[in-house]
């Protein structure tokens, strides 16, 4: 009953004030974390058009004149996932397995099934690890910064590595890394049956949603402008979903110090078009006293920048290519 209780819903007995303070105070952090990474959104997005995917007819300066990029940074990108992946990915799978401290036949043995078990379980249970990393490599070499998402997934009773692209994961300001990082928020783009099964499922509440009225950002314009896709009215991806890992104070569920209030780890999702808060769930093992946040979110670096996000070839050749291409 306790184990139930601890891996339970709490948003589902909290009072709807409660909530709604939590949410609009959240949201607002969100915004916040958002905006102070504009410029870092703009360069990524100018960077984007030296690959050279789209063809355009220029006016100037002359009707129909040739309008080439240099494929440096495609080349260059390309050559990296290539080499990247053939290293990370090898055949007979990536994980390897080493005794620490004096071995024995035992251990050996343990250590060679861990590695036999784990391979698999990469290699032929878990159909999305090896696309989506083949993706990631592109992503990372292009941004400088690339995240991987690992949890055990109830519906299909398996662990789960999902590619995270940077601008779908937004942290404040001022981190450094994303272990001391107090707020971490994955925008989830998805679809309303998808939500409507979480709700049946009790996962997420049962609250009336309203479809995201912002539209397609501006990276998400340029990703649409170079596949020469134009989205449609009716979009499968309407709901906009956030789902944040952050400390937070929750004076229901928690014993508080009355000088100090300290804030634990909490997963709350809300959905950014209402404003309501579908789940709220602690984010800390059930007997752990430190209560330390478990991790989900991996960060992968192509070349460790000045702050949070890394530098990629955008950024490193991007200037180069642009001199090359006029």
């Given at each position: 009953?306790?184990?139930?209780?601890?891996?339970?819903?709490?948003?589902?007995?909290?009072?709807?004030?409660?909530?709604?303070?939590?949410?609009?105070?959240?949201?607002?952090?969100?915004?916040?974390?958002?905006?102070?990474?504009?410029?870092?959104?703009?360069?990524?997005t100018s960077g984007l058009d030296l690959l050279g995917f789209k063809y355009d007819n220029e006016s100037r300066p002359f009707q129909g004149a040739s309008s080439v990029t240099h494929p440096l940074l495609a080349e260059s990108v390309t050559q990296?996932?290539?080499?990247?992946?053939?290293?990370?990915?090898?055949?007979?799978?990536?994980?390897r397995t080493r005794v620490l401290g004096r071995e024995d036949n035992e251990k050996i043995n343990q250590a060679q099934r861990v590695q036999d078990f784990m391979n698999y379980m990469i290699t032929e249970e878990m159909e999305e690890y090896t696309p989506e990393f083949d993706?990631?490599?592109f992503y990372l070499a292009l941004a400088g910064s690339a995240f991987k998402k690992v949890y055990y997934d109830e519906v299909m009773q398996r662990a789960?590595?999902?590619?995270?692209?940077?601008?779908?994961?937004?942290?404040?300001y001022y981190s450094t890394d994303l272990m001391e990082c107090e707020r971490i928020t994955h925008v989830i783009?998805?679809?309303?049956?998808?939500?409507?099964?979480?709700?049946?499922?009790?996962?997420?509440?049962?609250?009336?949603?309203?479809?995201?009225?912002?539209?397609?950002?501006?990276?998400?314009?340029?990703y649409q402008e170079l596949e020469g896709i134009t989205p449609s009215a009716d979009k499968q991806y309407?709901?906009?979903?956030?789902?944040?890992?952050?400390?937070?104070?929750?004076?229901?569920?928690?014993?508080?110090?009355?000088?100090?209030?300290?804030?634990?780890?909490?997963?709350v999702t809300i959905d950014e078009g209402s404003g309501q808060i579908l789940?709220?769930?602690?984010?800390?093992?059930?007997n752990d006293e430190t209560k330390k946040r478990k991790e989900?979110?991996?960060?992968?670096?192509?070349?460790p920048g000045l702050g949070f996000y890394g530098f990629g070839l955008t950024h490193m050749i991007g200037g180069l290519s642009q001199a090359a291409t006029q």
């Open positions: 009953e306790a184990q139930k209780e601890f891996f339970s819903n709490l948003a589902e007995d909290m009072d709807e004030r409660v909530l709604s303070r939590i949410s609009g105070d959240l949201l607002e952090d969100y915004k916040k974390d958002k905006e102070s990474r504009g410029d870092w959104e703009k360069s990524y990296f996932q290539a080499q990247a992946y053939k290293e990370l990915l090898p055949s007979q799978g990536p994980v993706q990631l490599l789960v590595s999902k590619f995270i692209p940077a601008e779908d994961l937004v942290v404040p783009k998805m679809g309303e049956n998808e939500i409507l099964k979480k709700q049946e499922a009790g996962f997420y509440r049962d609250v009336e949603l309203k479809p995201s009225s912002k539209g397609p950002t501006d990276i998400e314009k340029k309407s709901f906009s979903i956030l789902e944040m890992h952050v400390d937070c104070n929750l004076e229901e569920f928690e014993v508080q110090n009355p000088e100090k209030q300290v804030k634990i780890p909490y997963i789940s709220i769930y602690r984010n800390y093992e059930m989900y979110f991996v960060h992968f670096k192509f070349l």
